[in-house]
């Protein structure tokens, strides 16, 4: 199979598919893999590089395009700047894709994958099991975002994270609130924790408590719904009711607390809102939040996606894209993630993906001209019902 690599066109995107020491892993399962020029350039890894790896590199993104069987890519398909159509539209029909997809809030794409014969796999649809962690990139990346979310508290807080004791006073630690205990939450604990903070988390997911606490952290009591996640993991959407009550019990915690982050997020819904304006207020000023959540609506109501603003005295930073600004590393777990899939959907021995397996029927999302997946078929099924 000749697997592509084509360059990252949105903005802000540093991160490549593929780094050059995967390559070889590829050429011994007898696959060619064709690199778009400077494909790597943003993540450190030069086109020399691929092609020591044994890499070919092609000049243009509709050259590699039209001679490839299979895409490697990051950021879902977009309009491409420098030809002006849709990357949908020049991959090469009937071929194959693995990379984000973003499909519910892309459906665009996924249709014109459909009618251009694309057998796509999502992997913001790999199933939470056992088996696919290897091929996991939300948690990879999550990953990373849990711990450059600290790093970006302490380049806006006023003051250091640790205790420090001197001839000239005492320094206490910086207090940090993480909310949401997900793989970016225990992360962001964890870094939090290592750079001396005095740490404390909460999350509605009562299962969580003792991650919370292996890692040093306090975990912020309430009463904790028992089917507060479904069964592939993520977090279930709350009632209004509900999260009226997590507001109350973080709120109570703010005006001890220098850093906020916030990392809730429910799988294909808007972020709940957990921060209000009002709650703002009563943080010291000085104060930061940290917006994981920003790209989808964000969990603090002052929140504006890529911008860092101030409010009343505390800065609020609506970061997105976060893994693109660790792209070396990013790069790195995510192409594992990709090539793990890659090689357990067409494994060495020339068989093809069975659809029937449940780690393939969750991410895959469009097969012989039909979208495959339950989930989209409804979303199709409601828009064209509006």
């Given amino acids: 199979m000749r697997i592509g690599i084509p360059q990252e066109v949105q903005a802000g995107e540093t991160r490549v598919a593929l780094i050059p020491s995967l390559i070889p892993l590829l050429i011994k399962d007898q696959h060619e893999v064709l690199v778009e020029a400077g494909a790597g350039v943003g993540a ?6 691929y092609l020591q790896a044994g890499a070919s590199l092609i ?27 849709p990357e949908a539209e020049m991959a090469r029909e009937g071929s194959a894709y693995i990379g984000f997809l973003s499909p519910l809030t892309r459906l665009d794409v996924i249709e014109t994958f459909a009618r251009r014969k694309i057998t796509a796999f999502a992997m913001d649809f790999i199933p939470r099991l056992t088996r696919a962690q290897s091929m996991d990139a939300l948690s990879s990346m999550s ?13 806006h807080l006023g003051k250091m994270f ?18 949401g205990a997900g793989v970016a939450g225990l992360q962001a604990i964890a870094t939090a924790k290592r750079l001396g903070a005095r740490v404390e988390a909460f ?5 969580v408590r003792e991650q919370i606490q292996s890692l040093g952290a306090t975990f912020i009591e309430m009463e904790l719904p028992q089917d507060a996640e479904t069964a592939g993991g993520y977090a279930k959407e709350q009632s209004a009711e509900f999260l ?19 990392t809730a997020q429910v799988f294909g819904k808007r972020a709940p809102l957990l921060i209000t304006t009002e709650m703002v207020k009563s943080l010291r000023p000085g104060s930061v939040i940290v917006d994981l959540a920003a790209e989808q609506g964000g969990n603090c109501e002052l ?21 693109a600004m660790l792209p070396i590393d990013a790069s790195q777990l995510y192409a594992h993630n990709v090539v793990n899939l890659f090689r357990y959907l067409y494994p060495a021995t020339g068989a093809q993906p069975d659809s029937t397996d449940e780690l393939v029927k969750g991410a895959c999302v469009t097969r012989n001209g039909e979208i495959v997946h339950e989930l989209l078929q409804s979303s199709v099924r409601e828009e064209v019902s509006r």
């Fill in 44 to 49: 450190c890894f030069s086109d020399t590089q």
């Fill in 162 to 179: 640790p205790l420090l004791m001197t001839a000239a006073g005492t320094i206490t630690p910086a207090t940090v609130l993480v909310l």
């Fill in 244 to 262: 009226k009550r997590e507001q109350e019990v973080i709120c109570a915690r703010f005006p001890k607390v220098d850093v906020v982050i916030s």
């Fill in 143 to 155: 990953t990373v975002a849990g711990y450059k979310a600290v790093l970006l508290a302490t380049e």
């Fill in 203 to 207: 999350d509605a997911r009562p299962v």
């Fill in 59 to 85: 000049e243009s993104a509709p050259a590699l395009y039209e001679q490839v069987d299979m895409i490697f890519k990051v950021q879902p398909p977009q309009m491409h700047p420098a030809t002006h159509l």
């Fill in 303 to 323: 929140t504006q996606a890529g911008q860092t603003i101030e409010h009343e005295g505390v800065t609020i930073v609506g970061a997105t894209n976060v893994p």
